[in-house]
């Protein structure tokens, strides 16, 4: 258990210091709402704060119990993952990269919440006047740490020889089949 344990602990710490880092670089040399286009038409690095959760959720929502929320929610998800982590670990090993790679970006967003009430956001990716909402180092750990998870499920699920969740397709009308084949409706 040291090792596997070593292994989330050291992945957690990597994405925290890397998101964490390129966020001081942002906020002592940027002023807020700053932008610096990179790739023109299609990336800038633009200083912006999100209180509300993904995409600006609640974002427009006043008073403290907003706040108090996001950070009950994020230390309700660290736990979740870590328990998650303890029993899926092993099952295929990419729930072991995909899970500390969660962790840590969920870790870092509430880290700023906790020292600014705010996530700091600052890589902006668009075309033309089309933008997606800005994200950050921790937001894009979690969206791979997301994809790694779903890809194990399948794989893990596909070395058994069942369909998995994300991989069924067929949904309800499955479920129908089932039944009239049993006779019962």
Not at 36 to 44: D, H, K, Q
Not at 62 to 78: D, E, I, Q
Not at 160 to 168: C, M, Q
Request: proline letters at 3%; glycine letters at 10%.
């Amino acid at each position: 258990m040291a090792r596997p344990l070593a292994r989330f602990l050291a992945i957690v710490a990597v994405v925290v210091a890397l998101d964490q880092l390129s966020k001081l670089l942002i906020v002592n040399s940027f002023a807020l709402y700053e932008s610096r286009e990179l790739i023109p038409g299609f990336f800038s690095l633009t200083y912006l704060t999100n209180k509300g959760a993904a995409f600006g959720f609640l974002a427009s929502q006043t008073g403290a119990w907003r706040h108090s929320l996001f950070l009950g929610l994020g230390a309700v998800a660290l736990v979740v993952i870590v328990v998650a982590w303890l029993r899926l670990r092993q099952a295929h090993p990419w729930y072991a990269i995909s899970l500390p790679l969660i962790a840590g970006g969920a870790l870092g967003n509430l880290i700023d919440r906790v020292r600014l009430g705010a996530v700091v956001d600052f890589l902006d990716v668009y075309v033309g006047t089309h933008h997606w909402p800005a994200f950050n180092v921790a937001d894009s750990a979690i969206c791979v740490g997301v994809a790694v998870f779903f890809l194990a499920n399948i794989l893990e699920d596909a070395g058994h020889g069942r369909p998995s969740v994300a991989a069924t397709t067929d949904g309800a009308g499955a479920i129908h089949e089932k039944i009239k084949s049993t006779g019962k409706t």
